[in-house]
C-alpha cells in the first residue's frame, strides 16, 4: 500500500456555493446536521441528490462511500455508529436497492442503533416517469417495505418539508432507544430547480430533547433495596461506550460490591478482568454466571438484551428468587410485526429510563454512604487475563477454535486491539476487554452476512485512532458479504478479519444433527447442504481479486503464529487483510448445548 490516499477522489468540477435544485438543499441539510459520511449502491432515484453531493458540495462532509451491495452499506453505516454513537446516512435506490439492504437494516432496528437512510422514489408527478424503469422504481408507499423495522418513515412532498423530514427522521434516530429512520425523496422534487433556497432549518431552535431522569422516588426505593441486598448482581447490557459512564459502572459495582455480568451481544461495558466480573460474557449465559444469578438477592438490569429469557435460562425456567430491577427505554420501540422485544421480563421495579442515568442517579443517591468493595471481591477469582498455552496443531490440518481464539488473541494482545465481532465458540478466556472499543458488540439480528459491512464501518470509524479493528468472521458470513472489503481497500481503511473457516454453515449442522437424532435418523448426514468444501472456497484469494491482503488456507497454530504477525504489520501499514484459518467443524460443547436447548416458560403453569 503506497498510495496514503484516505478519503474519495475529490470531484473535477468547481463547488458551487449557491443551491439550485431541491436536492442541493437537502445535500446541505446533511451537513449542516455534521454527518460525515453517506454510504451508497447507486441509483437513478437519487440522482439528484447523488450529484448535489459531488458537484454541489464537493464530496465533503458527507462523503460518499461506495458499496457494492446495500446490505454493506447499511451494514457498514451500522458498524461506524456502534464506535461512534453517532449515525451515518446512507441512500438506498427505489424499490430494490431498498430490497436489498432490509436485512441489514434489521439487524440495525434490533440493536438500537441510530441511522439515517434517504430512499429516492418516483417522480411521483406520473406525467415526468420515463417510461419502464421509472415505473417499476416507484411504489405508492416505499416504507412500508421497511416500516415494521424502522423508528420513523416519511415522504415528504415540497422541499421545505423535506429539509424539516431529514432534521426530524436525524433527531428521532439519535434519541434513545435509537434506531433507524427512512426519508423517502422524490426523484422529481430532488432535480426540480428552485427560485430561492429556503433557509435551513436553525438547528439550536430545533435541539435534541432533553432525555428524563429516573423518577427519584424509584431511585431512592431501588437505593433501599440495594442497601439490603447481600448479593446484588448488575447485568449490564445496552449502554453507552464512553469512558465517563465505564468508569461510573465500575464505581457503581465496587460500592455495592456486586457481582457484574456483561453480554457479548453488546459492546464492552465492564472491565472483564475485574474481580467483580468473575465470568466471562457469551451470547448467552454460561452455567458458572447462571450461579450468580441464582444466588442474587437483588439483580439490576441495565437494559440487557433479552432479560426474562436469560433470568429462565440461568433458573431453569423458574422464576428467580432475587428482586429484579429493570432500566430500560426500550419498550418504546415495542412493536407488533416481529418480535424482537423478547419475553415480558418479571420485574418488582421497572424504571423507563436510560440506565446510565440510573447509574448516575444511584452513584449520587449514596454520597459518602458508600460501601466500598470488601473482601469478597478480593476471594473471588480474577478471570483469566492470559489465555492457556496453545494445543499442538491438530493432524487432521484444522485447528481447534479455542487453539485459534488463543493464538489470535495472543498475537493481537500488544496491539490494542478493538474486536468488531467473535464468532461463536471463541472462549471466554480470551476475551480480556477492559475497555470501551475491546469490543464492540454483535450484529443485533442475527442476519448473517453483516460481519465485512460492520467491520469495514467500524474501522472507518477507528481509522487513525490507534486501534487495530479485528473481526473474526464465519466463513458463511464472510461469504455473504465480502465484497464489503472492496469499500475498504477503495478507501484505505485499514482493518484485520479472521476467518473462522469451518468451510460450513456449521451453526446448522447443529440443528440438522439434533432433527436427525430425534427421529432416529443418522447423524452422519448433518452436513449435506450445508458443507461448503467441494469446491473449496479460496478465502484469501477472494480477498486479494479485490485488492485486500489475504493470507492462507491456514492448516496450523504456526502458521497462524506467523500469518498475523504480518497482517498485524500490514494492518498497521494502512491495509485490509484477511486470514483464512481452517478451524474444525465443531463447537465446545457448552456452546452447542446452549444453542439448542428449550427453556420452559414460567408463565406457563402447565411447563
Ligand atoms: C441471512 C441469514 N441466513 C441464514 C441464517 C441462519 N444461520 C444462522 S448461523 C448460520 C451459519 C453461519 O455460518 P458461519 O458464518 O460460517 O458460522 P459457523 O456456524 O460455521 O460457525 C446460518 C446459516 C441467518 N442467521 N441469517
Ligand atoms: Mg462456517
Redesign the pocket.
Known amino acids: 500500500m503506497n498510495d496514503t490516499r484516505n478519503t474519495s477522489p475529490k470531484p473535477n468540477a468547481a463547488v458551487e456555493t449557491t443551491p439550485r435544485f431541491g436536492s442541493d438543499c437537502m445535500a446541505e441539510m446533511l451537513r449542516a446536521l455534521e454527518i460525515p459520511y453517506i454510504a451508497l449502491t447507486p441509483g437513478a432515484s437519487f440522482r439528484g441528490l447523488h450529484d448535489s453531493l459531488v458537484n454541489y458540495l464537493g464530496n465533503e462532509r458527507p462523503e460518499l462511500l461506495l458499496c457494492i451491495h446495500e446490505e454493506t452499506a447499511v451494514a457498514i453505516a451500522h458498524g461506524y455508529a456502534r464506535v461512534t454513537g453517532r449515525p451515518l446516512a446512507v441512500a438506498l435506490h427505489a424499490n430494490v436497492g431498498l430490497m436489498h439492504a432490509t436485512?441489514a437494516i434489521f439487524n440495525v432496528w434490533c440493536d438500537r442503533i441510530p441511522m439515517l437512510m434517504l430512499g429516492g422514489v418516483g417522480p411521483m408527478d406520473a406525467v415526468a416517469r420515463r417510461p419502464w424503469v421509472d415505473w417499476i422504481h416507484t411504489s405508492s408507499d416505499m416504507a412500508s417495505l421497511v416500516r415494521d423495522f424502522t423508528k420513523w418513515d416519511d415522504q415528504p412532498a415540497s422541499v421545505v418539508a423535506a429539509l424539516e423530514s431529514i432534521l426530524r427522521g436525524y433527531r428521532i434516530a439519535t434519541t434513545a432507544p435509537q434506531g433507524p429512520v427512512y426519508v423517502c425523496l422524490d426523484a422529481g422534487l430532488q432535480e426540480a430547480p428552485i427560485a430561492s433556497p429556503p433557509p435551513l432549518p436553525p438547528l439550536d431552535r430545533y435541539p435534541a430533547p432533553r432525555v428524563v431522569d429516573p423518577p427519584p422516588e424509584a431511585v431512592g426505593e431501588i437505593f433501599a433495596m440495594l442497601a439490603q441486598a447481600e448479593r446484588p448482581l448488575l447485568l449490564i447490557g445496552r449502554v453507552a461506550n464512553d469512558r465517563e459512564c465505564f468508569a461510573r459502572r465500575v464505581e457503581l459495582a465496587e460500592r455495592l460490591d456486586a457481582r457484574v455480568i456483561t453480554d457479548l451481544k453488546t459492546a464492552a461495558s465492564f472491565p472483564m478482568p475485574h474481580p467483580l466480573h468473575p465470568f466471562p460474557a457469551g451470547i448467552y449465559i454460561s452455567a458458572e454466571a447462571g450461579a450468580l444469578v441464582r444466588e442474587a438477592d437483588v439483580i439490576v438490569s441495565l437494559d440487557w438484551v433479552d432479560l426474562a429469557g436469560s433470568l429462565r435460562q440461568a433458573c431453569g425456567g423458574q422464576l428467580p428468587a432475587a428482586k429484579v430491577i429493570q432500566c430500560s427505554l426500550d419498550s418504546y420501540l415495542h412493536r407488533g410485526w416481529s418480535k424482537d422485544y423478547q419475553s415480558l421480563p418479571p420485574t418488582d421495579i421497572f424504571v423507563l429510563a436510560d440506565p446510565d442515568r440510573l447509574v448516575s442517579a444511584l452513584l449520587e443517591r449514596m454520597g459518602e454512604s458508600r460501601r466500598t468493595a470488601t473482601k469478597s471481591a478480593a476471594a473471588l477469582p480474577a478471570s483469566t487475563a492470559t489465555g492457556a498455552a496453545p494445543n499442538s496443531t491438530r493432524d487432521d490440518a484444522r485447528i481447534s477454535i479455542a487453539d485459534m481464539a488463543h493464538v489470535t488473541s495472543a498475537s493481537l494482545a500488544a496491539h490494542n486491539p478493538s474486536y468488531v465481532r467473535l464468532?461463536?465458540?471463541w472462549p471466554g478466556e480470551c476475551c480480556h476487554f477492559a475497555e470501551p472499543l475491546d469490543f464492540i458488540g454483535f450484529d443485533g439480528g442475527?442476519?448473517?452476512?453483516s460481519?465485512p459491512g460492520m467491520t469495514v464501518g467500524a474501522a472507518l470509524a477507528l481509522r487513525g485512532s490507534g486501534r487495530l479493528p479485528v473481526a473474526v468472521?464465519?466463513?458463511?458470513?464472510?461469504?455473504?458479504g465480502l465484497t464489503a472489503l472492496w469499500t475498504g481497500v477503495h478507501y484505505r481503511i485499514p482493518l484485520l478479519i479472521v476467518v473462522?473457516?469451518?468451510q460450513?454453515?456449521?451453526?446448522?449442522?447443529l440443528h440438522q444433527e439434533r432433527m436427525a437424532r430425534m427421529r432416529g435418523r443418522p447423524i452422519e448426514n448433518r452436513w449435506v447442504g450445508l458443507r461448503m468444501d467441494d469446491p473449496p472456497l479460496d478465502l484469501a484469494a477472494l480477498a486479494r481479486g479485490q485488492g485486500a491482503i489475504g493470507y492462507g488456507p491456514i492448516h496450523d497454530t504456526a502458521a497462524l503464529e506467523a500469518a498475523l504477525d504480518s497482517a498485524i504489520r500490514d494492518v498497521k501499514a494502512g491495509g485490509t487483510c484477511v486470514v483464512d484459518v481452517r478451524v474444525a467443524?465443531e463447537?465446545a460443547r457448552t456452546v452447542s448445548s446452549t444453542l439448542l436447548q428449550h427453556i420452559p416458560n414460567d408463565k406457563d403453569k402447565s411447563a
Open positions: 436485512m464468532p461463536l465458540g442475527g442476519g448473517i452476512g460481519g468472521l464465519g466463513d458463511g458470513d464472510y461469504l455473504m473462522s473457516n469451518n460450513s454453515f456449521f451453526n446448522d449442522e467443524p463447537y
